[in-house]
Nanobody, 124 residues
Framework: QVQLVESGGGLVQAGGSLRLSCAASGRTFSNYAMGWFRQPPGKEREFVTAISRSGGSTYYADSVKGRFTISRDNAKNTVYLQMNSLKPEDTAVYYC?????????????????WGQGTQVTVSS
């Protein structure tokens, strides 16, 4: 089992920045690719970004490319999501997820473990 706990959410004005963290415990963190998803109010959960086990590869949804940056620190068992130039449409509950395979962590149904989520609200 892998336990994931997100933090860092909050209320921010449009154009502002937030940094989310996801702390992992349980099995070896570096054995898992990590991803961030979000669920806007009344909508389905959607993929945001993913990072490979070593951190050498990253992938972003078009909607966040150039504004969001994913990173990980395997020594601290933590994955981060730096969010800049935030827009009201970025408002959502943000979840981190883990999967053995990098390709799987881009798909909701293929992730093995999920955090409880953290709310991000961007005001206009």
């Amino acid at each position: 089992q892998v336990q994931l706990v997100e933090s860092g959410g909050g209320l921010v004005q449009a154009g502002g920045s937030l940094r989310l963290s996801c702390a992992a415990s349980g099995r070896t963190f570096s054995n898992y690719a990590m991803g961030w998803f979000r669920q806007p109010p009344g909508k389905e959960r959607e993929f945001v970004t993913a990072i490979s086990r070593s951190g050498g590869s990253t992938y972003y949804a078009d909607s966040v490319k150039g504004r969001f940056t994913i990173s990980r620190d395997n020594a601290k068992n933590t994955v981060y999501l730096q969010m800049n130039s935030l827009k009201p449409e970025d408002t959502a509950v943000y979840y981190c997820a883990a999967a053995r395979a990098y390709v799987d962590v881009t798909t909701t149904s293929r992730c093995d473990y999920w955090g409880q989520g953290t709310q991000v609200t961007v005001s206009s």
